[in-house]
């Protein structure tokens, strides 16, 4: 942790960041803690490249869910295989999910379930690592740090860490995910993080005439500047800051504010935390955030996993069901992808504690909405829920489901930590043409 004589604290885990560093509730000129915050606008907006007006949801389970109990039950499987919370019927003639998903059955109509997700890396951190940036990373359990950028960093990267017409940034993280950052790409594109004293300070009641004075407030930019560019740290600041400058100027931190989403819409999500997360995931990504990462996390069940599912699945089931009922009422589908994983699956079998253990080579993955066919499975389990039976999706496929939604290049290139320039994407192919 380094504290900035100018009172900022700022910690470094391989180039992300927690953005409560933000100060913007004491913007007067005597204890300024902004860094050039009249910068100009992102490189993209520099370049005049158009970006297109989609976003990305990601509904992260951590710890690993069972894709047997959520999405693929298996019931007809030996008894020590199959579901054990059974299946509810949903509203695609055929098709089935597991137990508790009342709700998500009504809607899906409106999801895709991918029942041959799969990947090689059965830990924890090397699991997320792989989903989140595409890559498998073997040293990630072992103290390792991520080796590639997390597919929301990229965005931010491509389109510039703001939106140029909102202020909004481009990539929210509204609860921490491992390999959720930059890597290489630095900093300045990790995902802005509004929790704790950063969430507070959007509350502002600074009005916008202290910021008139411009000539001084540039010269106290400068004499922060170089009192900190001996940390090496201006390069990210300046970055963060300037997307909370914008973001000031503008209304966009209203978007985290649900008290101002109308009573009928509040009502529809309900009180759950979870929910209200993903209410706060949709007015965001409606005033032009590209890629929001929500994580619900007590998936890593061992033991016990009827009572565990039990516990966890109601409020996952209504916030799933809420979300898409709003983004359809309001015309957003085609433009907003909603993705629903975790780091990996659960063992076929149940064990000896009435659980399911790690199991990396068939896992839980759902799409809704984006420009894709909705209403269907893709892909086939073995008759054991353990391995793809018929079109096995690879992180990099859904990397490359994920970039063509979002307008991103897939043959986009950026230079690594070792000064090379490297493909982000080099082997995926959309989940549409593999379904």
């Not at 009827?306 to 516990?311: G, I, N, T, V, Y």
């Amino acid at each position: 942790m380094l504290t900035l004589s100018s009172g900022l604290s700022y910690t470094d885990c391989n180039g992300t960041t927690r953005r409560n560093f933000l100060k913007a509730g004491a913007l007067g000129l005597g204890g300024l803690s902004l860094a050039d915050l009249l910068a100009a606008r992102t490189k993209a907006a520099e370049a005049g490249r158009p970006v297109k007006s989609t976003s990305v949801v990601w509904l992260w389970l951590g710890g690993g869910p069972t894709h047997i109990e959520t999405f693929d039950p298996k019931m007809t499987a030996p008894t020590e295989y199959r579901s054990v919370t059974g299946e509810t019927t949903t509203n695609i003639p055929g098709v089935t999910i597991g137990g508790y998903f009342n709700e998500t059955a009504q809607v899906a109509d409106k999801m895709a379930f991918v029942r041959s997700f799969a990947h090689t890396n059965s830990g924890h951190g090397g699991g997320t690592h792989y989903v989140m940036t595409g890559y498998d990373n073997r040293t990630i359990d072992n103290g390792g740090l991520p080796s590639r950028p997390s597919i929301g960093s990229i965005a931010s990267k491509v389109r510039g860490p703001n939106n140029t017409s909102t202020g909004i940034p481009t990539y929210v993280r509204l609860a921490n995910i491992g390999a959720d950052g930059p890597a290489f790409l630095g900093p300045a594109y990790a995902p802005f993080d509004p929790n704790g004293q950063a969430r507070k300070n959007m509350n502002l009641e600074t009005k916008v005439e202290r910021f008139d004075d411009r000539r001084e407030l540039l010269g106290s930019l400068d004499k922060f500047r170089r009192d900190t560019d001996s940390h090496g740290l201006m390069n990210g600041l300046d970055a963060f800051e300037q997307q909370a400058f914008q973001m000031l100027l503008g209304n966009s931190s209203d978007a985290f504010n649900v008290e101002k989403e109308k009573e009928s819409t509040r009502q529809l999500y309900g009180k759950d935390q979870l929910a209200q997360q993903m209410l706060v995931a949709r007015r965001l990504v409606e005033a032009g955030c590209g890629f929001v990462t929500v994580n619900y996390g007590g998936w890593d069940m061992h033991g016990t996993i009827e009572q565990s599912m039990k516990r966890r699945v109601p409020a996952l089931d209504h916030a799933i069901a809420s979300f898409i009922t709003d983004v359809a009422g309001r015309g957003m589908s085609e433009d907003v992808l909603l993705v629903i994983s975790g780091e990996f699956g659960r063992t076929p079998r149940i064990n000896r504690n009435a659980g399911r253990d790690h199991w990396a080579p068939l896992s839980t993955l759902a799409l809704a909405g984006g420009n894709f066919r909705m209403g269907q499975v893709v892909g086939e389990s073995m008759s054991k829920a353990d391995v793809p039976k018929s079109n096995p999706i690879r992180p990099q496929d859904l990397m490359a489901t994920i970039f063509q939604h979002l307008g991103l290049d897939p043959k986009t290139q950026f230079v690594n930590q070792a000064g090379r320039p490297v493909f982000v994407l080099e082997q995926g192919q959309t989940i549409a043409e593999l379904a």
